[in-house]
């Protein structure tokens, strides 16, 4: 195993989970704070950049890593311009185009060091990322889901590719991995072992924050470990993914994933939070209180805003669940 860049003293160690903009929005609220970071990424994604590097290469995924780097690039004009630079999309005629410069920089690195987890520390380290970044499998993945498509509601039908189920014409019913038994990230196990509190979500439920929950080795240590554990409710639905689905459609959602995992905490912005109570009992059931706040950019938005999000993870990071 490699060994992991220079933490600063103190600070809450945090483990977030996901993928793509969901996990970069975490990202960037939790290094507004005193907090030792830590992001595993989901390595599933077969579209655009990544899914051609991962063709042509054999290597992870590398754009949801990209992103979580980018999120934690540091607060000054170093790192802000390197996030620019880990962003920049080409626009050619030629094989560059709409290559992330990330996805080539990274994709060299593993080349050059065969080694993923060393490569994102040596990134992370020339960004003077506010954390680290660290895949959920050791190797990339396929996902499969069970979909009702609309076309033909009365059968399920499997879809496979991570990009296929996110824009599926249909509602998603369960998903899998090809490997249903890949190897977990080492680093990323000890990382969920030795946290104080790990954040799962937001972002795409069953193609980002699902896959992470179906490893498992990251599974069992998700289960297992002393950490508080907080799930972060998405915003509004996902057109495709999850359209229909309400606020705690997505709990049991992730209690039908991963039924032995408890929460301690379900952090939704106002919006969805119902004065029935049903969110609650959702909550309730899956060990969990709701944490509202506003934290969406703006009314209706369906984007995190990383200033709001980072003041209502301060509320119970630190104190514990008041």
């Known amino acids: 195993m490699t060994t992991p860049p220079t933490a600063p003293p103190g600070g809450v160690r945090v483990v977030a989970l996901g993928g793509g903009h969901g996990l970069a929005a975490s990202l960037s609220a939790l290094r507004?704070?005193?907090?030792?970071?830590?992001?595993?990424?989901?390595?599933?994604?077969?579209?655009?950049?990544?899914?051609?590097l991962r063709e042509e290469l054999g290597v992870l995924p590398p754009g949801d890593l990209r992103m979580a780097l980018a999120a934690?690039?540091?607060d000054d004009q170093w790192g802000r311009q390197w996030a620019t630079v880990l962003q920049h999309r080409f626009s050619s005629d030629g094989p560059l185009d709409q290559h992330a410069v990330g996805n080539l920089l990274i994709a060299a690195i593993w080349g050059i060091l065969d080694d993923h987890?060393?490569?994102?520390?040596?990134?992370?380290?020339?960004?003077?990322?506010?954390?680290?970044v660290l895949p959920m499998a050791a190797v990339p993945l396929h996902i499969?889901?069970?979909?009702?498509?609309?076309?033909?509601?009365?059968?399920?039908?499997v879809v496979r590719g991570q990009a296929q189920v996110a824009s599926v014409d249909g509602q998603v019913v369960s998903v899998r991995l090809d490997p249903e038994d890949p190897p977990a990230c080492p680093e990323a196990?000890?990382?969920?072992?030795?946290?104080?509190?790990?954040?799962?979500?937001p972002g795409s439920w069953f193609t980002s924050v699902m896959p992470n929950l179906l490893v498992p080795q990251l599974r069992d240590a998700l289960e297992r470990t002393s950490a508080r554990r907080?799930?972060?409710?998405?915003?509004?639905?996902?057109?495709?993914?999850?359209?229909?689905?309400?606020?705690?459609?997505?709990?049991?959602?992730l209690a039908a994933h991963a039924p032995d995992l408890r929460l301690d905490v379900v952090l939704a912005d106002h919006s969805l939070v119902d004065d029935a109570g049903v969110l609650e009992r959702a909550a309730r059931s899956l060990g969990a209180r709701v944490v509202?706040?506003?934290?969406?950019?703006?009314?209706?938005?369906?984007?995190?805003?990383?200033a709001r999000l980072a003041r209502a993870f301060e509320g119970f990071l630190r104190a514990g669940i008041q």
């Open 292 to 306: 509202a706040a506003d934290v969406a950019v703006a009314r209706g938005a369906d984007q995190h805003d990383p």
């Open 189 to 201: 196990v000890e990382a969920v072992e030795a946290a104080d509190w790990v954040v799962v979500g």
């Open 32 to 52: 507004l704070l005193d907090t030792r970071l830590t992001g595993i990424v989901t390595v599933a994604d077969n579209g655009g950049s990544s899914g051609r």
């Open 230 to 253: 907080a799930l972060v409710l998405n915003l509004s639905e996902q057109e495709g993914e999850t359209e229909g689905l309400s606020p705690t459609d997505h709990l049991e959602v």
């Open 117 to 132: 987890v060393a490569g994102l520390d040596l990134v992370g380290d020339l960004l003077g990322a506010r954390g680290r």
């Open 72 to 74: 934690l690039c540091a």
């Open 144 to 157: 499969e889901a069970d979909v009702h498509l609309h076309a033909d509601p009365e059968r399920l039908t």
